[in-house]
């Protein structure tokens, strides 16, 4: 897969990683290279924490061995040589690639994501919030951009200049990377060990969104973009693409026999993820109106909850305004919206997965938006609806973690995208953003089974919506879901 040479959003990509390193990523395709390629991203991933609720083996103490001490982290560098994972190429008859450790130092963001600290822009930002420090020393940076740990919990020295590194999401290694070796060592040992079950989608998404969307403990607030700091978006499928990947998709039983249709993997880990997304939304907005944050400097209402463009948007002349045109259906003239996009588009998959269930969920988010669109909104209402909400989230997670997936099903999503353009276009840009990563991700999946004869056509379409999201300040709702219209009667 190569980069889109002309797109925005490789230039976004490289300004992003050189700055701070924000969840942003887009895959666009360029027409004659096959059905998908990449572009734009800059991501970072997480410190360890303890493993959250999923559907497969958790550590049973993640803070111990087995022999009760202490686990450690003992840097990537443990992870280097050429018979474990530092292979220069593939390793034939594995069932693992053998060479996650080369992509990673080679062509992983994450790898990048202490060096993005260091710079004019992420010193700019580490003294407007009044860090007293650089940035590369700042906790509050250096929990997303590198492993960052208390002394007791280093097994060997390692440089945080690594960046966002092996033990970030697979977990402290200490007590489980000599075992796991050993031929025939089954990974759910390994799990107990305290390596963070990453082949579970939910707990693979859940460890992306502990930076990618935030914590308690780490979180990227209004405070911070107004800093500098780029808002936050993700797309399990769209992100993990653009990484790149450096594990076999999908995963194999054995070495040559996959789990599951390999044109299907991409959809499982873009549908199960929005859900993910959407409950960890909902625990985030939960926390924050109830004014749980970390270091009790909680404010009320947190912008970044809001939409971000229904107040930094380019005046233009009444005349000429789209958003004055279509008014401001369920709120107030001049308050801000909530930032709908982790909903936006999720919502038409949950309706047709589970209908009961997506109108109690529908009802909840009703809800919250209502509430969360006043200029003062109810923190014990929203905190309500919210963890209401929550359930509802997991449950679609599981289910469609679970769930096979064919051609019938995934153009049936293609379809109902474009057939919903309006709404998801008014939204904001942060939804119409949501739309794009989805249709791409899912017509890549589509047209490898279907291998339909208009795909170069569809993709230029594709394309044109990503370049549609280019500028933020030029973006047209109208005009956006017009594009996204044009591409229904292209789905064969």
């Known amino acids: 897969m190569q980069i889109a040479p002309q797109s925005y959003w490789p230039h976004v990509a490289l300004c992003a990683a050189l700055l701070l390193l924000p969840a942003v990523a887009v895959r666009i395709a360029v027409a004659g290279n096959g059905p998908g390629q990449l572009a734009n991203s800059a991501s970072l991933a997480t410190e360890a924490s303890t493993a959250p609720a999923g559907t497969a083996a958790k550590p049973a103490d993640s803070n111990r061995d087995s022999n009760g001490e202490p686990v450690k982290y003992i840097g990537p560098g443990s992870c280097a040589a050429t018979s474990c994972h530092g292979s220069v190429k593939s390793v034939a008859g594995s069932r693992i690639l053998q060479n996650e450790y080369s992509t ?49 919990q280093r097994g060997r020295p390692f440089e945080l200049s690594e960046g966002v590194s092996c033990e970030n999401c697979h977990g402290p290694a200490s007590a489980w990377l000599g075992p796991h070796t050993t031929r025939d060592w089954p ?45 936050l978006f993700f797309e399990l499928d769209s992100f993990s693409a653009v990484m790149p990947r450096h594990w076999k998709a999908p995963r194999e039983s054995a070495p040559g026999k996959p789990v599951e249709d390999a044109a299907w993997a991409g959809v499982r880990d873009w549908s199960a993820g929005q859900a993910v997304q959407l409950r960890a939304e909902m625990e985030r907005l939960t926390w924050r109106a109830k004014g749980e944050r970390f270091d009790k400097k909680d404010v009320w209402p947190e912008y970044s909850e809001l939409s971000c463009f229904a107040c930094h948007h380019a005046l233009v002349p009444p005349k000429d305004s789209w958003r004055q045109e279509h008014g401001f259906a369920g709120r107030r003239p001049g308050d801000p919206a909530w930032n709908s996009s982790r909903y936006a588009v999720f919502r038409l998959l949950a309706k047709q997965i589970d209908s009961a269930n997506a109108q109690e969920l529908d009802r909840r988010l009703l809800e919250v938006s209502d509430e969360m669109s006043k200029l003062n909104p109810d923190h014990v209402l929203v905190a309500r609806s919210a963890s209401a909400a929550l359930p509802l989230a997991q449950r679609f997670a599981e289910r469609l973690a679970a769930m096979p997936y064919d051609r019938a099903v995934v153009l049936r999503m293609l379809q109902l995208i474009p057939d919903d353009a309006e709404n998801i276009s008014l939204a904001d840009e942060r939804a119409a953003e949501q739309a794009a990563m989805a249709m791409d991700s899912l017509y890549i999946a589509y047209s490898k089974d279907a291998k339909p004869s208009n795909a170069e056509e569809v993709r230029a379409a594709l394309n044109e919506l990503f370049r549609q999201l280019e500028n933020p300040s030029a973006y047209n709702a109208d005009q956006f879901a017009a594009s996204l219209r044009r591409i229904r009667p292209m789905l064969r």
């Not at 822009?121 to 420090?133: C, D, F, V």
């Open 104 to 152: 990673w130092i080679i062509k992983d963001k994450h790898s990048h994501a202490y060096q993005a600290l260091t710079g004019d822009i992420g010193e700019r930002i580490a003294h407007i919030l009044k860090l007293n420090s650089k940035a590369e020393e700042a906790p509050k940076c250096l929990a997303c951009h590198a492993l960052y740990t208390t002394p007791e």
């Open 187 to 231: 990974r759910e040992k390994s799990v107990a060990l305290g390596m963070r079950d990453t082949r579970d989608v939910i707990h693979r998404t859940e460890k992306c969104l502990e930076c990618h969307l935030g914590t308690k403990e780490k979180f990227v607030d209004h405070e911070m973009i107004a800093a500098g700091h780029p808002d």
